[in-house]
């Protein structure tokens, strides 16, 4: 066989692939960094994405050159290049979506952090669907490089496209919930007051707890058991509250992102498969909204509607269990509960659906209107800032104005949540609060620089985002925030007695790197009251071990079937002795089963596994 390849075919191949490859870098890198106007210099980032375009643009060329030449003497048409194309566009995909590259990357370049892995069929799913991106890529390619035709290509792209489409409509992965029943409570009385405050992180709140200056946290923390709050990933509250309130992964929950699109086949690539990262929140969540503006499709706020399974209020309502719960986020509707809820719109004023249950509680409720929020917000941005006008603010006014409205959404909520616990006796009490992750991102670049003993001079990068003075105004407002915020904990908790349990969990925590928390890191949780351990550290908790947590702490069995288990090791030996656990099966017909954890021998093989793994039996 005669090599018939000229060297120009060659070079056009690995042209071809390495532009497709350096275009995937670009977009990769560049929606990494594009969210996250932080720490890290313009310098920083510039190199970054000129490193993955170089990178992923070589690894293009690499296969592209190599497809040539494995494939030339067989083909008939030209159609390498769009498979080229597609092949490193997959594995540009595929090598940014590994979690063990970015770890590398993190490590190396700490001051920058990019997208981390996604589950394994998330990957897969992910590396097909740029197979389909990839093959069109290149039959533009072909099409711009001549007697190449994208023929080959664009049947390729319908073949893979196919499947892709029914695996991404057809994900029907769905938890079958038990059914609650009122005699499934044990003898416990206690209440439990769950409080989730978003983006709470060690990092910022360990020093406060050492200083004195949160002492509601910081009894708690004294008290009880804590440790760090394991999320998954995206770290986005929408997936990660929802996690929280069911005890499932977004596969089975079906809330990740904070807007629901139409038409329905857009809301399924975006909501179920957030591992498509590349580009993608710049296609959707900018171009679909300008879309549903022209009439086409639309994009609405992520809510209840897209949840499709129980939470832990409905949990307890089904038991009979009152509960109060306040300012959960994506929680509207208020869905009707035993008990009172106040969604996270109530301060809305014009809703399709009641934004409170029972309905009346909007017109008696007593919100605090006082404008507390933005009456402490002022002050706490130091004298000099809070004597100026918005204009006089020029760009921090922006700034001000989040803190205020995210520090009276607390206020409001907070007084809403006492009103609650003494009108309706509530056992479960829960209140969502959301101005120390609103301040962490308004105000970590003047946190971080304005902590450093020595402080070097703003580097021009900076300059662009805030000023010596600003900082030296602003470096304190995020412990001043957590310092609020542990104050209105302590106020719900004044009711408290000796026979409740009180947990603090945030979704996530945040990167003191300035770069959020899309990459993490974990949030916090802690334990205290009646049956907890007095101290200790709790191991590898994560957010989805709150709801079955919860509901044992309220003395009802554990839905079997859930990503997350019972924290055992918060509780005392004789808590756990004395209330066994128990998980309850989904029925089946009439047929309802509640085990205890002794009594499970004689369960199918496929169960017993999923047990094992979840820590539960040996
Ligand atoms: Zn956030």
Request: hydrophobic share 45%; net charge negative; proline share 6%.
């Amino acid at each position: 066989m005669a090599l018939s390849i000229s060297q120009r075919a060659l070079t056009r191949s690995f042209l071809a692939g390495g532009l497709v490859g350096a275009f995937a870098g670009f977009l990769f890198a560049w929606e990494s960094l594009y969210r996250n106007p932080g720490i890290a210099s313009f310098g920083d980032r510039f190199l970054t994405i000129l490193f993955f375009a170089i990178l992923f643009g070589l690894a293009g060329g690499l296969i592209g050159f190599a497809a040539d030449l494995l494939t030339t003497p067989f083909a008939r048409t030209r159609a390498v290049a769009p498979i080229t194309a597609a092949a490193s566009f997959a594995l540009a995909e595929g090598l940014a979506r590994s979690y063990s590259v970015h770890q590398w990357y993190k490590d190396t370049w700490p001051s920058l952090t990019l997208t981390p892995g996604t589950s394994f069929r998330n990957f897969c799913i992910v590396v097909l669907i740029c197979l389909v991106i990839g093959a069109l890529a290149g039959a533009f390619v072909s099409w711009l490089l001549p007697r190449l035709r994208g023929a080959g290509a664009v049947a390729l792209a319908f073949a893979l496209g196919l499947p892709s489409a029914w695996l991404i409509v057809n994900r029907t992965e769905t938890f079958q919930p038990p059914r609650y029943e009122a005699s499934m409570k044990d003898d416990r009385e206690g209440r439990l007051f769950l409080f989730v405050i978003d983006g709470a992180d060690w990092d910022f709140l360990m020093p406060l707890i050492e200083s004195g200056r949160v002492p509601n946290l910081a009894s708690l923390y004294t008290s009880g058991v804590s440790g760090e709050l394991g999320i998954s990933y995206p770290c986005i509250s929408p997936y990660l509250w929802t996690s929280l309130a069911t005890g499932l992964d977004d596969d089975q929950h079906g809330l990740c992102e904070f807007f629901a699109y139409r038409p329905p086949f857009t809301n399924a690539l975006i909501t179920r498969y957030p591992g498509l990262g590349t580009g993608k929140r710049f296609l959707f969540q900018k171009f679909v909204p300008k879309l549903a503006r022209l009439g086409i499709g639309s994009a609405v706020h992520a809510s209840r509607a897209q949840k499709r399974v129980p939470e832990l209020w409905d949990y307890t309502s089904a038991a009979g269990i009152p509960a109060a719960v306040v300012g959960w986020r994506f929680s509207y509707p208020a869905p009707a509960i035993e008990g009172a809820f106040v969604t996270d719109r109530f301060q809305e004023t014009v809703l399709p659906q009641p934004a409170v249950y029972p309905a009346e509680l909007r017109e008696t409720l007593r919100i605090d209107y006082s404008n507390e929020g933005a009456r402490r917000a002022r002050p706490i941005l130091g004298e000099r800032l809070a004597s100026m006008t918005t204009e006089e603010l020029g760009p921090n006014a922006e700034k001000v104005e989040k803190l205020s409205y995210h520090l009276e959404r607390d206020f409001r909520y907070t007084a809403a949540t006492r009103d609650l616990v003494e009108a309706y006796d509530p056992r479960l009490v829960v209140a969502g609060l959301t101005a120390v992750d609103a301040c962490e991102h308004q105000f970590i670049l003047e946190h971080v620089l304005g902590r450093e003993d020595d402080r070097p001079a703003l580097s021009a990068y900076h300059a662009r985002f805030t000023d010596e003075q600003t900082i030296d105004d602003l470096a304190g407002t995020i412990d001043d925030v957590y310092a609020i915020t542990d104050s209105l904990v302590g106020s719900i908790l004044a009711s408290r007695t000796s026979s409740d349990i009180v947990m603090v969990v945030s979704d996530h925590g945040h990167d003191l790197d300035g770069s959020g928390h899309r990459f993490g890191p974990g949030g916090i949780i802690m334990m205290a009251g009646a049956g907890i351990h007095p101290a200790g550290r709790l191991e590898g908790a994560r957010v989805y071990d709150v709801l079955p947590t919860a509901l044992y702490a309220l003395g009802l069995p554990v839905p079997h079937g859930l990503a997350g288990k019972v924290l055992i090791d918060a509780f005392e030996e004789k808590t756990l002795a004395d209330h066994p656990i128990s998980l309850v099966f989904p029925s089946e017909g009439e047929l309802q089963e509640v085990r205890t954890l002794d009594a499970l021998p004689e369960l199918g093989e496929q169960d017993l596994e999923e047990l094992k793994a979840l820590g539960y039996v040996d």
